[in-house]
T-cell receptor, first 113, second 112 residues
Protein backbone atom coordinates (compact mmCIF):
# COMPACT_ATOMS: atom_id res chain seq x y z
CA UNK A 1 0.00 0.00 0.00
CA UNK A 2 1.98 3.02 -1.30
CA UNK A 3 -0.33 5.79 -0.03
CA UNK A 4 0.55 9.18 -1.58
CA UNK A 5 3.54 9.20 -3.90
CA UNK A 6 5.24 12.40 -5.00
CA UNK A 7 7.90 12.77 -7.68
CA UNK A 8 10.49 14.12 -7.95
CA UNK A 9 11.83 14.48 -4.41
CA UNK A 10 14.27 17.21 -5.42
CA UNK A 11 14.35 19.56 -8.39
CA UNK A 12 16.38 22.60 -9.35
CA UNK A 13 14.99 24.95 -11.99
CA UNK A 14 16.08 28.15 -13.61
CA UNK A 15 13.76 31.15 -13.61
CA UNK A 16 11.26 30.86 -16.43
CA UNK A 17 11.44 27.09 -16.81
CA UNK A 18 8.35 24.95 -16.48
CA UNK A 19 7.88 21.68 -14.70
CA UNK A 20 5.28 19.34 -13.26
CA UNK A 21 5.24 17.87 -9.79
CA UNK A 22 3.53 14.52 -9.86
CA UNK A 23 1.21 13.18 -7.19
CA UNK A 24 -0.49 9.80 -7.18
CA UNK A 25 -2.54 8.02 -4.54
CA UNK A 26 -3.77 4.44 -4.49
CA UNK A 27 -6.40 4.77 -1.76
CA UNK A 28 -9.30 5.81 -4.01
CA UNK A 29 -9.53 9.12 -2.16
CA UNK A 30 -11.89 11.70 -3.60
CA UNK A 31 -10.11 14.73 -2.17
CA UNK A 32 -6.59 15.73 -3.18
CA UNK A 33 -4.65 18.89 -2.48
CA UNK A 34 -1.31 20.64 -2.87
CA UNK A 35 0.38 22.65 -0.14
CA UNK A 36 3.61 24.57 -0.05
CA UNK A 37 5.68 24.82 3.12
CA UNK A 38 7.90 27.81 3.81
CA UNK A 39 9.81 28.55 7.04
CA UNK A 40 7.68 30.34 9.61
CA UNK A 41 4.55 30.15 7.48
CA UNK A 42 3.35 26.62 8.01
CA UNK A 43 1.61 24.95 5.07
CA UNK A 44 -0.44 26.99 2.66
CA UNK A 45 -3.03 25.50 0.33
CA UNK A 46 -2.31 26.01 -3.38
CA UNK A 47 -5.06 24.04 -5.17
CA UNK A 48 -7.42 21.27 -4.30
CA UNK A 49 -9.79 18.83 -5.96
CA UNK A 50 -12.92 17.10 -4.67
CA UNK A 51 -13.04 14.59 -7.50
CA UNK A 52 -12.03 13.85 -11.07
CA UNK A 53 -12.66 16.85 -13.30
CA UNK A 54 -13.16 19.25 -10.37
CA UNK A 55 -10.47 21.61 -9.11
CA UNK A 56 -10.46 24.86 -7.16
CA UNK A 57 -8.03 27.44 -5.87
CA UNK A 58 -6.63 27.58 -2.40
CA UNK A 59 -4.87 30.38 -0.55
CA UNK A 60 -1.85 30.82 -2.87
CA UNK A 61 -2.78 29.65 -6.40
CA UNK A 62 -0.90 32.21 -8.50
CA UNK A 63 1.76 30.68 -10.74
CA UNK A 64 0.39 27.15 -10.44
CA UNK A 65 -2.00 25.05 -12.49
CA UNK A 66 -3.62 21.73 -11.70
CA UNK A 67 -5.87 19.20 -13.37
CA UNK A 68 -7.61 16.05 -12.17
CA UNK A 69 -8.30 13.69 -15.05
CA UNK A 70 -8.34 10.58 -12.88
CA UNK A 71 -9.10 9.86 -9.23
CA UNK A 72 -5.52 8.71 -8.66
CA UNK A 73 -3.47 11.58 -10.08
CA UNK A 74 -3.23 15.28 -9.27
CA UNK A 75 -0.23 16.95 -10.95
CA UNK A 76 0.90 20.47 -10.10
CA UNK A 77 2.30 22.54 -12.96
CA UNK A 78 4.59 25.52 -12.73
CA UNK A 79 4.35 27.26 -16.10
CA UNK A 80 7.15 29.81 -15.60
CA UNK A 81 9.10 29.22 -12.41
CA UNK A 82 10.10 32.15 -10.20
CA UNK A 83 12.49 32.27 -7.23
CA UNK A 84 9.47 32.93 -4.98
CA UNK A 85 8.31 29.40 -5.78
CA UNK A 86 11.33 27.90 -4.05
CA UNK A 87 9.66 25.78 -1.39
CA UNK A 88 8.79 22.29 -0.23
CA UNK A 89 5.61 21.02 -1.82
CA UNK A 90 3.31 18.46 -0.26
CA UNK A 91 0.50 16.57 -1.87
CA UNK A 92 -2.24 15.21 0.39
CA UNK A 93 -5.41 13.21 -0.04
CA UNK A 94 -8.39 12.22 2.05
CA UNK A 95 -11.43 10.02 1.99
CA UNK A 96 -14.34 12.35 2.63
CA UNK A 97 -16.69 9.50 3.36
CA UNK A 98 -14.49 8.41 6.24
CA UNK A 99 -12.44 10.28 8.76
CA UNK A 100 -11.55 13.19 6.44
CA UNK A 101 -7.97 12.89 7.60
CA UNK A 102 -5.27 14.01 5.20
CA UNK A 103 -2.61 11.53 4.17
CA UNK A 104 0.53 13.38 3.08
CA UNK A 105 3.20 12.52 0.58
CA UNK A 106 6.87 12.76 1.53
CA UNK A 107 7.30 16.13 -0.15
CA UNK A 108 9.13 17.60 -3.13
CA UNK A 109 11.85 20.19 -2.57
CA UNK A 110 11.99 22.72 -5.39
CA UNK A 111 14.70 25.33 -5.84
CA UNK A 112 14.33 28.04 -8.46
CA UNK A 113 17.52 29.92 -9.30
CA UNK B 1 -12.01 33.95 7.41
CA UNK B 2 -10.51 30.98 9.13
CA UNK B 3 -7.11 31.20 10.78
CA UNK B 4 -4.88 29.30 13.15
CA UNK B 5 -2.41 30.84 15.57
CA UNK B 6 0.37 28.96 17.27
CA UNK B 7 1.86 31.56 19.61
CA UNK B 8 5.07 29.68 20.35
CA UNK B 9 7.51 29.44 17.46
CA UNK B 10 10.06 27.46 19.46
CA UNK B 11 9.89 25.50 22.72
CA UNK B 12 12.74 23.81 24.57
CA UNK B 13 11.82 21.11 27.06
CA UNK B 14 13.84 18.65 29.12
CA UNK B 15 13.39 14.95 28.52
CA UNK B 16 10.83 13.61 30.98
CA UNK B 17 9.18 17.00 31.51
CA UNK B 18 5.66 17.84 30.42
CA UNK B 19 4.89 19.63 27.19
CA UNK B 20 2.02 21.88 26.18
CA UNK B 21 1.67 23.44 22.75
CA UNK B 22 -0.88 26.18 22.27
CA UNK B 23 -3.27 26.57 19.36
CA UNK B 24 -5.98 29.18 18.87
CA UNK B 25 -8.30 29.18 15.88
CA UNK B 26 -10.89 31.29 14.17
CA UNK B 27 -13.53 29.46 12.19
CA UNK B 28 -17.05 30.32 11.12
CA UNK B 29 -18.65 26.93 11.64
CA UNK B 30 -18.05 23.91 13.82
CA UNK B 31 -14.38 23.24 13.33
CA UNK B 32 -12.58 20.06 12.50
CA UNK B 33 -9.32 20.32 14.44
CA UNK B 34 -6.07 18.47 13.96
CA UNK B 35 -2.54 18.22 15.25
CA UNK B 36 0.19 16.99 12.92
CA UNK B 37 3.86 16.31 13.62
CA UNK B 38 6.73 16.63 11.15
CA UNK B 39 10.15 15.14 11.78
CA UNK B 40 13.10 16.67 9.89
CA UNK B 41 12.94 15.95 6.17
CA UNK B 42 9.69 14.04 6.52
CA UNK B 43 6.07 14.51 5.63
CA UNK B 44 3.34 15.20 8.16
CA UNK B 45 1.89 12.56 10.44
CA UNK B 46 -1.46 12.91 12.16
CA UNK B 47 -1.24 12.93 15.96
CA UNK B 48 -4.92 13.37 16.74
CA UNK B 49 -8.14 14.94 15.58
CA UNK B 50 -11.34 16.41 17.00
CA UNK B 51 -14.63 16.42 15.15
CA UNK B 52 -17.25 16.28 17.92
CA UNK B 53 -18.09 14.67 21.23
CA UNK B 54 -15.66 14.37 24.12
CA UNK B 55 -13.53 17.50 24.22
CA UNK B 56 -10.44 15.64 25.45
CA UNK B 57 -9.02 13.53 22.65
CA UNK B 58 -6.24 10.99 22.80
CA UNK B 59 -3.75 10.52 20.03
CA UNK B 60 -0.73 8.51 19.13
CA UNK B 61 2.63 8.61 20.93
CA UNK B 62 1.01 9.54 24.25
CA UNK B 63 -0.32 12.93 23.11
CA UNK B 64 -3.69 14.38 24.03
CA UNK B 65 -5.49 17.62 23.20
CA UNK B 66 -8.39 19.50 24.71
CA UNK B 67 -10.95 21.44 22.69
CA UNK B 68 -12.24 24.54 24.48
CA UNK B 69 -14.92 26.23 22.43
CA UNK B 70 -15.20 29.24 24.76
CA UNK B 71 -11.50 29.97 24.30
CA UNK B 72 -11.28 28.87 20.64
CA UNK B 73 -8.35 26.73 21.64
CA UNK B 74 -7.09 23.24 20.94
CA UNK B 75 -3.92 22.79 22.99
CA UNK B 76 -1.71 19.73 22.70
CA UNK B 77 -0.17 18.08 25.75
CA UNK B 78 2.14 15.25 26.67
CA UNK B 79 2.90 14.38 30.32
CA UNK B 80 6.48 13.21 29.76
CA UNK B 81 8.44 13.92 26.60
CA UNK B 82 10.96 11.62 25.00
CA UNK B 83 13.94 12.66 22.89
CA UNK B 84 12.10 11.28 19.87
CA UNK B 85 9.39 13.94 20.33
CA UNK B 86 11.75 16.58 18.98
CA UNK B 87 10.00 17.76 15.82
CA UNK B 88 7.80 20.50 14.43
CA UNK B 89 4.14 20.45 15.40
CA UNK B 90 1.31 21.93 13.38
CA UNK B 91 -2.21 22.71 14.45
CA UNK B 92 -4.83 22.83 11.69
CA UNK B 93 -8.51 23.68 11.32
CA UNK B 94 -10.70 22.73 8.41
CA UNK B 95 -13.87 21.46 6.90
CA UNK B 96 -15.35 18.02 6.35
CA UNK B 97 -13.48 17.57 3.05
CA UNK B 98 -10.03 17.90 4.57
CA UNK B 99 -9.42 21.42 3.28
CA UNK B 100 -7.18 22.60 6.10
CA UNK B 101 -5.71 25.87 7.32
CA UNK B 102 -2.44 25.29 9.15
CA UNK B 103 -0.72 27.27 11.85
CA UNK B 104 2.88 28.39 11.41
CA UNK B 105 4.14 25.54 13.54
CA UNK B 106 5.99 25.12 16.84
CA UNK B 107 9.50 23.69 16.83
CA UNK B 108 10.12 21.47 19.87
CA UNK B 109 13.65 20.83 21.06
CA UNK B 110 14.22 18.16 23.71
CA UNK B 111 17.29 18.46 25.92
CA UNK B 112 18.85 15.62 27.95
Amino acid sequence: NAGVTQTPKFQVLKTGQSMTLQCAQDMNHEYMSWYRQDPGMGLRLIHYSVGAGITDQGEVPNGYNVSRSTTEDFPLRLLSAAPSQTSVYFCASSDVSGANVLTFGAGSRLTVL
Amino acid sequence: AQSVTQPDIHITVSEGASLELRCNYSYGATPYLFWYVQSPGQGLQLLLKYFSGDTLVQGIKGFEAEFKRSQSSFNLRKPSVHWSDAAEYFCAVGDSWGKLQFGAGTQVVVTP
